[in-house]
T-cell receptor, first 114, second 114 residues
């Protein structure tokens, strides 16, 4: 059974700092990996999707990398801002052909202090 | 585009009552999903529909039923609500097979069963 772990569970940084969030998964046979952001009391917003054949994806100040063989992904946030404060979730999709079900980690709660 | 919409946003039920959570998407996605989110448990898949006319159980299907009404709509029914079903419920959709499997989430329904 696929298990997804995110470390740390919580992180507090001063504004402007570059930071890395970690995600690890136990079964390397994945189709893709997706990073989400969740604000308190809100739904999930998709940030980046990395296909299994890709090594990284970038969007603005965000860069996500994927190392399938070691079962790891990182989300790099450059020049953090207070508006980045949220919970960040990673999720992996199995390499099955139907359904595209996701297995989620429990998230990293990020606080960026002004 | 509204994306994924869910109704209602909040609901309080008494034990034994029934209700249906509604979900609709306007992105022409073929796959739709229902998740529940609980503190310390993360997001867990209840049911999913890989395509119109098909539904399958996820990780925690007991106590729930689903209907894929058409390509746009996917409903979740609680036949006899129990306090253990107190949770936040999220609907999601994806263009599985054509869009790389990226999932888009609705804003959630916060359900309390007393």
């Amino acid at each position: 059974k696929q298990e997804v772990t995110q470390i740390p569970a919580a992180l507090s940084v001063p504004e402007g700092e570059n930071l890395v969030l970690n995600c690890s998964f136990t079964d390397s046979a994945i189709y893709n990996l997706q990073w989400f952001r969740q604000d308190p009391g809100k739904g999930l917003t998709s940030l980046l999707l990395i296909q299994s054949s890709q090594r990284e994806q970038t969007s603005g100040r965000l860069n996500a990398s994927l190392d399938k063989s070691s079962g790891r992904s990182t989300l790099y946030i450059a020049a953090s801002q207070p508006g980045d404060s949220a919970t960040y979730l990673c999720a992996v999709m199995p390499s099955e052909t139907s359904g595209s079900r996701l297995t989620f980690g429990e998230g990293t709660q990020l606080t960026v202090n002004p | 585009n509204a994306g994924v919409t869910q109704t209602p946003k909040f609901q309080v039920l008494k034990t034994g009552q029934s209700m249906t959570l509604q979900c609709a998407q306007d992105m022409n996605h073929n796959s739709m999903y229902w998740y529940r989110q609980d503190p310390g448990m993360g997001l867990r898949l209840i049911y999913y529909s890989a395509s119109e006319g098909t539904t399958d159980k996820g990780e925690v299907p007991n106590g729930y039923n689903v209907s894929r009404l058409n390509k746009r709509e996917f409903s979740l029914r609680l036949e006899s609500a129990a306090p253990s079903q107190t949770s936040v419920y999220f609907c999601a959709s994806s263009a599985w097979g054509t869009g790389g499997g990226e999932q888009y989430f609705g804003p959630g329904t916060r359900l309390t069963v007393t």
